[in-house]
């Protein structure tokens, strides 16, 4: 089955900047992981995948420029038909090879049009950047937290200081490809380049291997991380910790860990931006004549002045109750309380009377005048 276009996966446009396809990846990552879709694990496990091969394509400027020229052939560097046997351009790794190999290693002209090759695979290696997702309350969200979190990583093996050989021996020179990770056959224009299939590229090969990480140079590792969640906070809010991420290879740096902030919903406020909203329920006659009530803010209450003549569903501001501003910005948003004014039901005698009293002194039209339930009930016992 053909692979489908990841700028589709990621519902983006062929035009969408760097920021656009980070957030199109954290929304349908966070929408579609399997931890969130234990029903459908297995189907969330697949979407899951395509949604990170997809990122991983968009969000390198190189990879991303070969899938816009040659498809998904540009990234996987096969299929194009040019000669025979081998992958990619009949048997090149890749373009670039075709240009060193007719052109020399700097590619000339050529290499400056389609860019350096960049390291070979036996050389130094970033490790991968990693994800972790947390999840806040908004309370956290306004006034900032400080926690200590576990991130699974791998981190360079202590026994073998990241070679893969055992203490006291050390990796040897692939022989097949004489320590270029890649070989060559046939000869003048259509010499072919692949990877060395004994050293997988890597240029060596671990006769003795580490027992502590098995020949990996990485083992497995629980980091220990203290983060501070800033005052502001957003749902999706994404923290960046350079370095923090899978130790590299071959002396390689570290990847950096990308923490994503998910904050609970609330049961009292909803969030617009930086402004809160609640709602808040008042009497008639508070509505009708006026009062002062006590209404929720973030970590207590405040006072609001409630004016008489006070309609159903009418919103006061309170200025500054809201969330703090993040990114250097001073002051809080709002918070904005909505009033529902509550209609009084199960009437006694004196309280309908009174309020036929007032409809009577306003000129309102009501219902007649007709025995009200208490009477209908004391005129049962007495009759």
């Not at 803010?297 to 159903?312: C, E, F, M, R, V």
Request: proline share 5%; charged share 30%.
């Amino acid at each position: 089955m053909a692979k489908k276009d990841p700028y589709e996966i990621l519902e983006v446009g062929k035009d969408a900047d760097e920021n656009e396809i980070k957030k199109a990846y954290y929304r349908l990552a966070k929408e579609h992981h399997p931890d969130k879709n234990p029903d459908r694990h297995e189907e969330a496990t697949e979407k899951f995948k395509e949604i990170q091969e997809a990122y991983e394509v968009l969000k390198d400027p190189n990879k991303r420029a070969n899938f816009d020229r040659f498809g998904w052939n540009g990234v996987d560097g096969k299929g194009f038909g040019f000669g025979t046997g081998g992958t990619g351009f009949g048997g090149f790794g890749s373009f670039e090879d075709i240009v060193e190999e007719i052109f020399g290693s700097s590619g000339g002209i050529f290499g400056d049009i389609f860019g350096s090759r960049g390291q070979r695979k036996s050389g130094p290696r970033q490790g991968n950047d990693l994800r972790k997702d947390i999840e806040i309350t908004l309370e956290d969200a306004v006034n900032g937290k400080d926690l200590v979190i576990e991130v699974p990583t791998l981190k360079v093996c202590d026994s073998c200081r990241g070679s893969g050989a055992k203490s006291g021996s050390a990796p040897d020179k692939c022989p097949t490809c004489r320590g270029q990770g890649q070989v060559r056959q046939g000869g003048g224009f259509f010499t072919t380049v692949y990877t060395c299939p004994r050293c997988h590229g890597e240029g060596v090969i671990i006769s003795n291997p580490c027992e502590e990480c098995n020949g990996n140079g990485r083992v497995p590792h629980k980091s220990t991380l203290s983060i501070s969640v800033p005052q502001g906070a957003m749902d999706e809010l994404v923290l960046r910790y350079s370095g923090a991420g899978e130790a590299g290879t071959k002396g390689g740096p570290p990847g950096d860990l990308h923490i994503v902030i998910h904050v609970k919903r609330h049961p009292t406020f909803q969030r617009n931006d930086d402004d809160l909203t609640c709602e808040v329920t008042i009497a008639f006659t508070q509505a009708s004549l006026g009062a002062e009530i006590d209404v929720p803010i973030i970590g207590g209450s405040d006072k609001l002045n409630i004016p008489a003549g006070t309609q159903n569903g009418k919103v006061f501001v309170l200025k500054g109750k809201g969330v703090p501003h993040l990114r250097g910005k001073r002051g809080n948003g709002d918070l904005l309380v909505e009033v529902n004014v509550k209609t009084p039901m199960n009437l006694s005698e004196k309280e309908e009377n009174l309020l036929r009293e007032l409809a009577k002194l306003r000129g309102e039209k009501i219902n007649p005048a007709d025995k009200s339930l208490f009477e209908k009930v004391k005129n049962a016992f007495t009759s």
